[in-house]
């Protein structure tokens, strides 16, 4: 089993920063991938970014340039630095680890970006 406690998110003006984190805890040996999933009202949950314990990154177009993706494999956690924020970005944000078996979800954080 792997537990994620993410960070609060919080409410920002367009243009803003904020940085989300994500701990593990359990079976994080198991843990391959880390990654961060948005869900607005009335849309499907999607990816935000993705990091691999070795380090490789994903993103999804509308935040690449913008949000950073980072991994403290020491620490179990990993990290979103969103900059340059639009009232788009603003949704509930998920913390994901994949393990071989399955993915497991954080509790989710409101991120409020107003114009």
């Known amino acids: 089993q792997v537990q994620l406690v993410e960070s609060t998110g919080g409410s920002v003006q367009a243009g803003g920063s904020l940085r989300l984190s994500c701990a593990a805890s359990g079976s994080t040996f198991s843990i391959n991938a880390m990654g961060w999933y948005r869900q607005a009202p009335g849309k499907q949950r999607e990816l935000v970014a993705k990091?691999?314990?070795?380090?490789?990154?994903n993103y999804a177009d509308s935040v690449k340039g913008r949000f950073t993706i980072s991994r403290d494999n020491t620490k179990n956690t990993v990290y979103l630095q969103m900059n340059s924020l639009k009232p788009e970005d603003t949704a509930v944000y998920y913390c994901?680890?994949?393990?071989?078996?399955?993915?497991?979800w954080g509790q989710g954080t409101q991120v409020t970006v107003s114009s």
């Open positions: 994901a680890a994949d393990t071989v078996l399955r993915t497991y």
């Open positions: 990091i691999t314990r070795g380090g490789s990154t």
